[in-house]
């Protein structure tokens, strides 16, 4: 059977150049970094070696700029605590309510230790309003957390812009950005476009690293505390013996992404596209969530009215086709995302939408097949709808109402 993975965002495959680079340091170079004794030196050496080249895929920033954690959920865990801690004048927080859980259930714990936090929304889009953005900020705000692009959506948020008017509001507020599904895709020019950022997060597993390494950028100044005590190590800043293999493999991803990434992002913007259209033509009372505003070029969430986002990804996986839903429904919960709320996506369509995000292993043979087996399985579960008229692929009379009043 032919299978199509298209879950890139949820994580990507291990790229052999990875872990071709991590293998020493399992075996023959196993030694602890921080050791003292001159066969160790090798492992130390290619954690200096990854915290420049990760330095240098950010634009060139300070390598002492760069911290690796386990995962970009501990790089944001730090950031935002440790700002906090490490400012208590400062009481507010500003981020979006689009936001990955990763910032906003620390931002919602924030706010239950009386910390103010303004969640800010975003239009039908995806999009953030710049004047809702401005009136937001305040003398006593301590930090900005938005990400880069959306995790569901793939919407992308003017980060630059946004941090240059914090900055010009007052230059005490830290701007934190979640780059978690844009490293290896957008630039991240920390010393030229996004020079007023002071925090970046993202994780290895998102760009053909393994599961288990991060990294978070502190500009030299940004006062943080340090979020895990215990040891010397990562300058005092981040304690814990590290995770050497994986912080090599983590400098290998990014060497490989980058080397590559013009080229790499037309074919998979080419894919992406020809997947929408192929959709879009296919499949009637459907909509691209996103669709009015900048987004990655893998990324594509499709919302499908009348029917279950569940039952879709269910059928699609029994013909090898894996992707993910933009509804929580998949983890238990008959709740909708919170992204798509935020958007206010139709009630008709919040629960049936789909996301499929390729990577650089995806193919034009995953678009055909996607495509051949997609419309197929949207006609078998409207069949069962009481909403839909099989006869005339369209909706009922009163569905279409419904429709035209959602």
Not at 376 to 395: G, I, Q
């Amino acid at each position: 059977m032919r299978t199509a993975y298209l879950d890139n965002n949820a994580t990507t495959a291990i790229a052999p150049e990875v872990r071709e680079a991590m293998e020493p340091y399992f075996a023959a170079e196993y030694f602890n970094p921080s050791s003292a004794y001159e066969r160790a030196m090798p492992a130390a050496q290619a954690i200096k070696k990854a915290r420049e080249t990760v330095a240098g895929f950010l634009g060139g920033v300070d390598p002492s700029e760069i911290l690796f954690t386990s995962c970009a959920t501990e790089s944001l865990n730090a950031a935002l605590y440790g700002a906090v801690r490490a400012n208590p004048a400062r009481r507010h927080v500003v981020t979006t309510a689009v936001e990955h859980p990763a910032v906003l259930e620390i931002c919602k714990d924030l706010a239950r230790s009386d910390l103010d936090v303004t969640f800010l929304p975003v239009d039908r889009s995806g999009n953030l309003d710049l004047r809702t953005f401005i009136r937001a900020l305040r003398p006593d705000t301590l930090i900005v957390a938005v990400m880069h692009a959306n995790n569901e959506t793939g919407v992308i948020f003017p980060v630059e812009e946004l941090a240059r008017i914090a900055k010009e509001t007052d230059p005490a507020i830290l701007f934190l950005t979640d780059a978690t599904q844009t490293a290896g895709k957008l630039p991240l020019d920390l010393r030229g476009t996004m020079s007023h950022v002071d925090l970046l997060a993202f994780s290895g597993h998102k760009l053909h690293a393994p599961k288990g390494v991060g990294a978070l950028f502190v500009r030299r100044g940004a006062p943080l505390r340090p979020f895990m005590i215990g040891g010397h190590q990562e300058g005092g800043r981040r304690a814990g013996t590290e995770n050497v293999p994986y912080i090599a493999g983590l400098a290998r991803a990014v060497e490989l992404a980058w080397a590559d990434h013009v080229a790499t992002e037309a074919r998979i913007r080419r894919l992406r596209d020809r997947l929408e259209a192929g959709l879009l033509a296919s499949v009637p009372c459907v909509e691209v969530n996103g669709q009015g505003a900048a987004r990655l070029p893998n990324t594509l969430n499709i919302s499908v009215h009348f029917i279950e986002g569940e039952g879709i990804l269910y059928q699609l996986n029994s013909h090898g086709i894996w992707a993910s839903s933009g509804s929580a429904c998949t983890s238990g919960s008959l709740e909708p995302s919170h992204v798509l709320r935020a958007m206010q996506v139709p009630f008709t369509a919040i629960h049936g939408s789909v996301r499929l995000s390729l990577g650089r292993y995806n193919s034009d043979g995953d678009v055909e097949h996607t495509l051949e087996v997609f419309p197929r399985v949207v006609a078998n579960l409207r069949r069962l709808s009481p909403y839909w008229d099989p006869a005339r692929d369209r909706p009922r009379p009163e569905a279409e109402a419904m429709l035209q009043g959602a």
